[in-house]
């Protein structure tokens, strides 16, 4: 698929992702407890209440999983694949192919969570119309969320993109005569910046812990768009990895317990779109999207 034609698909508006990491050696081939330790797990929101209630779950069906927390985007893929974790969910495809063509990996997904949406936050403006001319929104500075927020603020009518946007648009592509401003700052920061900026593009990851609530959500995306598919949030491991019975099971356990589902909605304030996507639809999107990536380079 070109970049012309992905653009057009995503282009559409949608109505619609870590801090030291455990260390030691990798868990034993049948991901169970041992002399090796536990499956290990890296995720954004450890503190989560579902993740503890996975970890019982999983325990039940005899797997010991350690969740491991990480604080910035950029760590648990490395973490990753330097065989500091097992798996890790914290990502969409999107940001895992970046993530691939940029350090020549091949960390692949073995399973599918959820969608969030992206959403616009304000502590100072009620309404998307309340936001003065000029007036600066935060947005996350990571590559393929900072593209996604800019979709976001198009489809709420505060900025226009060059070409209508795509999942490769940057603050350049932004035209002249738009309402706002943006200013990229990382993702764990946006929230915590609102009281600097007329409103913040936040991930679903810190809406919860930065107190926000729908009261404060002037916008977001439509994780129900076809056109969202590439922000499926993922399960991923390293390609060796993709069969694991284990790691497998363990996904299994995420999407079929419904504590832990319920869970998740909670978690997310009941915006997660939970799915059962196929693996190897997953496969086939994150092969797309590094194509496309390297055509642009």
Request: hydrophobic share 45%.
């Amino acid at each position: 698929m070109s970049r012309k034609s992905l653009a057009a698909i995503l282009a559409v508006p949608l109505a619609l992702l870590l801090s030291a990491c455990a260390s030691g050696a990798a868990a034993p081939a049948d991901g169970t407890a041992g002399a090796q330790g536990p499956v290990r797990i890296g995720v954004v929101g450890a503190g989560d209440p579902y993740w503890q209630t996975y970890k019982d779950a999983a325990a039940a069906e005899g797997i010991t999983v350690e969740i491991v927390n990480f604080d910035a985007y950029d760590q648990p893929n490395p973490a990753l694949s330097a065989g500091e974790l097992d798996l890790n969910q914290f990502q969409h495809i999107i940001y895992l192919a970046t993530y691939n063509v940029k350090a020549g990996d091949d960390l692949v997904p073995v399973g599918a969570t959820a969608i969030y949406p992206l959403g616009l936050y304000s502590t100072k403006y009620k309404s998307v119309a309340d936001i003065p001319d000029g007036g600066t929104i935060a947005i996350p500075n990571d590559e393929s969320n900072q593209a996604r927020a800019l979709l976001v603020l198009q489809s709420a009518g505060l900025i226009s993109l060059k070409d209508g946007g795509s999942i490769f648009s940057t603050p350049a592509d932004i035209q002249p005569g738009s309402k706002a401003k943006v200013e990229a700052v990382a993702a764990d920061f946006t929230a915590s910046s609102l009281p600097d900026f007329a409103g913040a593009v936040v991930n679903n990851d810190f809406v919860a812990k930065s107190g926000l609530t729908k009261d404060q959500l002037l916008a977001q995306d439509d994780p129900s768009d076809p056109a969202a598919f590439p922000y499926i949030n993922i399960f991923a491991a390293k390609a060796k990895d993709a069969d694991n019975p284990t790691y497998q099971k363990l996904v299994k356990i995420y999407q079929e317990t419904a504590s832990v589902q319920q869970g998740v909605l909670e978690a997310s304030g009941g915006s997660a779109v939970l799915l059962k996507t196929p693996v190897a639809d997953l496969v086939s999107a994150l092969k797309k999207t590094e194509d496309d990536i390297r055509a642009t380079q």
